[in-house]
């Protein structure tokens, strides 16, 4: 049997999927496929049902009919997330009228950004490609996600809105879900709940083999040391990335259920596996 699965070309999903791709883990009696691109284009990939099994972004996942979410491999902020970077600083107010680039808007950060915001100046382009945006002035602001949280240059940018610290205000301190795991209904329960406990196994391997994982994951560090790629896994790859049990279940369902009183997104059922 054969699977697709997508991921990003991203430290904390290189860290993820380290034990699988190295072979340390392994599924009897199935190959797997993988597709790594960035999480935008996973969302739209998922809207067509093509992968398997892919990460996506939990606003992405609201979009989709035919997956379920796997327990693990989960990003959860705990007190952080995507933020607003700019030369200077902007309010609330200002944010809605000026141009500000997005890494796409089934992105998890888009959908917290429309949350604070409502409507507003939407550049959409790759998330590598915003902070030089910002910079050039293409853009009067950026929403960045992945390692730029904490990699932006901090001579050159502003932090103007921390998305973060936001939501773990209005969700009473809840983790913040970011990008999620899922598997197509038309593998069958038990392979989606053996692909699961696999990859809860190459997460475990990575934590129980951090040097190796974190070599591995430096392919994708963009320029970032050693230092700041370990910081950023050790963010988003936690506890609730092993199982996100009934804490993350609950984050999943306050973040849609404020998607939905905001009116961005339509009633939708959290199944996980």
Excluded: C
Aim: proline share 2%; aromatic share 10%.
């Amino acid at each position: 049997m054969e699977i697709t699965v997508g991921h990003t070309p991203d430290a904390d999903d290189a860290f993820m999927f380290y034990g699988i791709v190295s072979g340390k883990v392994t599924i009897d009696n199935v190959k797997i496929n993988h597709v790594i691109e960035d999480i935008e284009s996973l969302n739209i990939r998922a809207l067509k049902s093509e992968l398997d099994i892919s990460a996506v972004s939990a606003h992405g996942y609201s979009y989709t009919k035919d997956y379920v979410i796997l327990r693990s491999g989960s990003s959860f902020g705990k007190a952080y997330g995507p933020i607003v970077i700019a030369k200077r600083n902007f309010d609330i107010e200002e944010l809605k009228k000026i141009r500000i680039a997005v890494p796409g808007k089934m992105t998890t950060a888009y959908l917290l950004l429309r949350m604070v915001l409502g409507d507003f100046n939407v550049i959409e382009m790759r998330f590598n490609e915003i902070n030089d945006a910002v910079e050039k002035d293409i853009v009067d602001a950026g929403l960045v996600i992945h390692e730029a949280q904490i990699t932006y240059d901090q001579a050159k940018f502003v932090n103007v809105l921390d998305l973060g610290l936001w939501w773990n205000n209005v969700s009473n301190k809840l983790p913040l879900p970011l990008g999620i795991n899922i598997a197509h209904k038309r593998l069958g329960n038990d392979t989606i709940r053996k692909f699961n406990d696999l990859l809860k196994l190459s997460i475990q391997y990575g934590f129980n083999n951090l040097d190796e994982a974190i070599d591995y994951s430096m392919q994708y560090s963009r320029g970032a040391s050693r230092y700041l790629i370990e910081k950023f896994v050790k963010m988003y790859v936690n506890d609730l990335t092993i199982d996100m049990g009934q804490q993350g279940n609950k984050a999943l369902n306050k973040l849609y259920s404020i998607a939905k009183q905001n009116k961005i997104i339509e009633s939708i059922e959290v199944k996980i596996i």
